[in-house]
């Protein structure tokens, strides 16, 4: 296995590196391998976060991190949620862009060599290399700004939803070929790869004995994704012209305190915070602006990730959950008629101008 592999388990070399090494991945569940570890904080982090990237990555040596990949899929195929798929296959092309940008932009003799892929080995991975040309530079030195791809692929890998700019009538086209900045042809390749890590996404575990030991042996890692995406399912919020942080339930007063006062929050910390202050009104941009210096960029990213692309709002964690998470606290009156952080501020909030109304009025009816 080499750490190319690794950094794009995608790939048909890395998928054959995986066979031939005749691990047998229901093993590595039952004995629950570092390789299962994370390909479980794989999933969190890409339905969470939108990036598969290792919170240490240090941590896992290069046949964990391969084998992590196959775990993935089968545990995002368990979690069977509609979104998760979606989320899920573009975390995997979010993260293999950034590492794309990072591999193309390397000289050829960077010492990760060996770990590096090139702009040649996507073309060939996806079959591309006779339908991409790149637009003569007069400089053999320098990389190409334009290339010329062919319309069948750019149409395939092309997204409607990117813009007017995209569209064939808005593009130079000749001899059967789209003209494409650089930039825009590593984004065609990002596609190519969330396509690829969705197809066949969600498959059946369970229906063999194999299938049930291992959908048994990952139970309660789904169960506890599946808790997290529940969580965020959609509600009705009550907007507001002012976000009124004196109608945040204790345990947010808690977690935005901590947030400001610099504190690098753990993971539930953080989603819970960021969905809640998005889940009130708040733009992600916004959240990043009353978080504290130290958590903005973070909290500010969670709070992207955190908006559907209707732009919806999600819900942060029930009460219940809070509680699981040891972050209810600071516990008060209210807290005993609630059962969600948004109901809580969704009725301190109307308490709040039903007084204002009565003393404004005196009181009448």
């Not at 010492?111 to 073309?123: G, K, M, P, T, V």
């Amino acid at each position: 296995m080499r750490p190319l592999h690794a950094r794009y388990p995608f790939f048909a070399a890395a998928r054959q590196a995986v066979e031939s090494a005749e691990v047998a991945i229901a093993t590595l569940v039952t004995e629950d391998a570092p390789a299962v570890e994370r390909g479980v904080e794989r999933v969190e982090r890409a339905l969470m976060e939108g990036t598969v990237e290792a919170e240490d990555p240090y941590a896992w040596d290069t046949q964990s991190e391969l084998l992590s990949y196959p775990i993935s899929r089968i545990i995002v195929s368990l979690v069977e949620t509609p979104a998760a798929v979606d989320k899920y296959a573009r975390a995997e092309a979010d993260t293999a862009y950034e590492r794309m940008l990072a591999d193309f932009g390397a000289g050829d003799n960077d010492i990760n060599s060996d770990a590096r892929a090139s702009l040649d080995d996507f073309l060939r991975e996806f079959d591309l290399t006779d339908s991409v040309r790149a637009e003569s530079t007069g400089n053999s030195h320098r990389a190409p700004e334009y290339y010329w791809v062919d319309v069948g692929p750019y149409l395939t890998y092309c997204d409607t939803d990117w813009g007017a700019n995209w569209r064939l009538v808005n593009r130079s086209l000749a001899d059967g070929a789209v003209r494409v900045a650089r930039t825009e042809l590593y984004e065609l390749l990002r596609e190519a790869v969330r396509r690829r890590v969705a197809e066949g996404l969600p498959f059946t575990v369970r229906g063999s004995d194999a299938g049930d030991q291992l959908a048994d042996a990952l139970k309660p890692h789904v169960e506890r994704l599946r808790n997290l995406l529940s969580d965020r399912g959609a509600i009705n919020v009550v907007y507001t012209d002012s976000v009124d942080p004196d109608h945040f339930p204790p345990c947010v007063e808690a977690l935005l305190t901590r947030a400001q006062d610099g504190e690098a929050l753990p993971n539930e910390a953080a989603f819970s915070l960021a969905a809640f202050l998005v889940g009130v009104g708040l733009s992600p941009e916004e959240v990043g602006g009353v978080v504290g210096e130290a958590n903005a960029e973070s909290l500010k990213n969670r709070a992207t990730i955190l908006a559907d692309s209707s732009g919806s709002q999600y819900a942060p964690p029930t009460c219940e959950t809070m509680q699981a998470y040891d972050l209810c606290v600071n516990r008060d009156d209210r807290c005993d008629t609630i059962s969600h952080p948004m109901k809580y501020f969704k009725t301190a909030t109307t308490d709040a101008e039903s007084a204002a109304t009565d003393e404004a009025t005196g009181g009448a009816d």
